[in-house]
């Protein structure tokens, strides 16, 4: 069964930092692209960052310069550290996983930006 975790979030100022955490288990997860979604209220979900399995990131233009995403396969967890936070990142934050035609999804956490 496969499992993916978030955990991190929480309310931060503007101008903060976090750092989001997936747990993976169920996968292979040196094998998987892993990624970063958000769905903010009333929007759709949108993706926000992504790595390969050999370490290539791709960012959303909107955080680009701001979060880094990482991975330790040893631990099969990836991480989404999140400076410069504003307003507008609040949303909920999804891990996903895919390899091959099979995708997973976490439960989501929630990042919340405000004064």
């Known amino acids: 069964q496969v499992q993916l975790v978030e955990s991190g979030g929480g309310l931060v100022q503007p101008g903060g930092s976090l750092r989001l955490s997936c747990a993976a288990s169920?996968?292979?997860?040196?094998?998987?692209?892993m990624g970063w979604y958000r769905q903010a209220p009333g929007k759709q979900r949108e993706w926000v960052a992504l790595?390969?399995?050999?370490?290539?990131?791709n960012y959303a233009s909107s955080v680009e310069g701001r979060f880094t995403i990482s991975r330790d396969n040893a631990k099969n967890t990836v991480y989404l550290q999140m400076d410069s936070l504003k307003p507008e990142d609040t949303a909920v934050y999804y891990c996903?996983?895919?390899?091959?035609?099979?995708?997973?999804w976490g439960q989501g956490t929630q990042v919340t930006v405000s004064s």
């Open positions: 996903s996983a895919a390899r091959g035609a099979q995708a997973y």
């Open positions: 790595i390969s399995r050999g370490g290539r990131t």
């Open positions: 169920g996968i292979i997860f040196s094998d998987s692209t």
